[in-house]
């Protein structure tokens, strides 16, 4: 493959994850319509499991006995905890402000990359994270169009895009040998059990899908966000971070703003300046942390 058709490809799988991604706030917010944000995680996680398990028991004659840990924390930093984190902040948070702080994620990829992987900070780098930092500040601070008091659930999403970016890194410098379907299904093989048997012993998730009005087409969209943004999407998000590095990867996240804002629109979620300012904080913040010469990328520590 030439380098201006590997530049198509990533381009391509860029807008496509964008979309699945940028949907996937909307999906979540239905689920939550009858479930609970820990039933939702659960269910998402569990739904991807069983989707890749038929590719994930073909993958597995080709992993070498380490493999097993590094996917398994791939997995726990780049769906697992996300799942959970992104539900839970939801509960309390529009699903368009919530597409909004995970604009966050290139930032902590660029940070991560410097503070574990060598990485050299330039200035515009610096002022691009402090940027992005106030923005997400600014967020955390608006309700319903207002700064009128801090929102604790903002900083559930700020840790999942932690997690984000610790995974983006991770997968670059530590699963390099293994292919993208490789690090997806078999990361959801090794933590789906984990999902499924705390769904069904922990919750009263099979309750509410009989008996609450509604349910079944809840628990539909959390599946439907299971499969797409959860198993697909990680898939391409994997090939991506092969084809282009964690941080052209991590700029997925410039376009889910734009997504999660029209499905929030089309929902009727109540937006107003205060978010406004701070969407436009971060995307300047990340568009000045990506500007060339960002990070000068220097030989990585690999255990």
């Known amino acids: 493959m030439t380098e201006q058709q590997t530049r198509t490809r990533a381009y391509v ?17 239905q689920g939550l319509k009858v479930f609970a944000a820990d039933e939702v995680g659960a269910l998402r996680v569990s739904a991807a499991c069983l989707f890749l398990i038929p590719m994930a028991v073909g993958q597995i004659r080709a992993l070498q006995r380490s493999d097993y840990w590094k996917l398994f924390a791939s997995g726990m930093m780049g769906i697992f905890l996300p799942a959970f984190l992104f539900a839970a902040a939801q509960t309390h948070m529009e699903s368009a402000v919530a597409g909004i702080l995970n ?25 691009g994270i402090l940027l992005g930092l106030s923005g997400a500040l600014t967020l955390t601070i608006s309700r319903s169009g207002n700064v009128t008091g801090f929102n604790m659930y903002a900083l559930l999403i700020v840790l999942a895009s932690l997690s984000y970016g610790c995974n983006l890194n991770f997968t670059k410098f530590k699963l390099t040998h293994l292919k993208s379907t490789t690090i997806t299904s078999v990361a959801l093989l090794l933590i789906g059990p984990l999902a499924l048997i ?57 376009l889910l703003p734009i997504v999660g804002l029209f499905w929030g629109f089309v929902d009727g979620e109540d937006l ?32």
């Not at 799988?13 to 917010?29: A, C, D, E, Q, R």
């Not at 959860?230 to 052209?248: D, H, I, Q, Y």
């Not at 300012?277 to 520590?301: D, F, Q």
């Open 272 to 303: 107003g300046t205060g978010h406004f300012i701070g969407l436009a904080a971060i995307m300047v913040g990340v568009w000045l942390a990506n500007r060339k010469p960002a990070v000068k990328e220097t030989p990585a520590r690999v255990a």
């Open 13 to 29: 799988l860029l807008g496509i994850l964008s979309l699945i991604w940028g949907t996937s706030f909307i999906l979540i917010k």
């Open 103 to 127: 604009t966050l994620t290139p930032l902590f990829t660029m940070a991560i990359g410097a503070i574990v992987f060598r990485q050299k900070f330039a200035m515009n780098a610096i002022a």
């Open 198 to 254: 705390y769904l069904l012993g922990a919750t009263d998730f099979t309750s509410k899908l009989t008996h609450i009005d509604g349910g079944w087409k809840a628990a539909g969209f959390v599946v439907l966000l299971g499969l797409m943004s959860t198993s697909v999407a990680t898939l391409l998000f994997n090939e991506l971070v092969k084809l282009r590095g964690p941080m052209f990867t991590s700029s997925v996240t410039y």
